[in-house]
């Protein structure tokens, strides 16, 4: 048996099969995506539904009042008018570049809670990602570590995890001193 054939029958196809289990078990769920998808600007805006968007924005009451909700819903219909109505926004693909041309048309002023959303839906996938991170490192210091160390200790060590950039721009013999 070659090393090649031992990396991708042995190894290399057991990882993807691992990977492709565990996005399957994070993502059982996959409304937040449907709805997430309702801002792509593709085939002239054709996943738009104004429903699924203002549930989107009652998920998130810190940053959606419901006075505001109440708002995005008349918003929305004139976005979506204003948007299949100018040539700009027709040959988008993706929410970035939406994003980005809402800001260079100024549409983020005229329609706020709609740049919200497209914002929100921008970082939902960084954000669910380092959470999810964050808790995996907290189960495996918790699991490892349980029965060893006490929880004070215990959260200094997930403080120093989670908040792994700040402690980057620290140095070796700040720490020691």
């Excluded at 991708?8 to 996005?23: G, K, P, R, T």
Aim: hydrophobic share 45%; net charge negative.
């Amino acid at each position: 048996m070659k090393n090649s054939h031992h990396y991708q029958v042995e190894l290399f196809y057991i990882v993807i099969d691992m990977q492709l289990q565990e996005l399957n078990s994070h993502f059982e769920n996959s409304e937040l995506l449907l709805y997430v998808a309702c801002l792509n600007p593709d085939n002239l805006f054709s996943a738009f539904n104004k429903e699924k968007l203002i549930w989107l924005a009652q998920f998130y009451p810190s940053d959606f009042s419901t006075i505001q909700v109440s708002f995005l819903d008349n918003q929305l219909e004139t976005y979506m008018h204003d948007m299949r109505s100018t040539e700009e926004f027709l040959a988008l693909k993706g929410i970035g570049q939406l994003a980005e041309k809402m800001v260079e048309m100024k549409k983020d002023v005229s329609y706020p809670l709609v740049y919200s959303l497209v914002t929100l839906a921008l970082i939902l996938p960084i954000a669910i990602a380092t959470i999810e991170r964050d808790f995996s490192a907290m189960n495996i210091i918790k699991n490892r570590l349980h029965n060893r160390i006490g929880d004070q200790w215990m959260n200094d060590c997930l403080v120093i995890y989670i908040e792994k950039d700040i402690f980057k721009t620290i140095k070796c013999e700040e720490i020691m001193q």
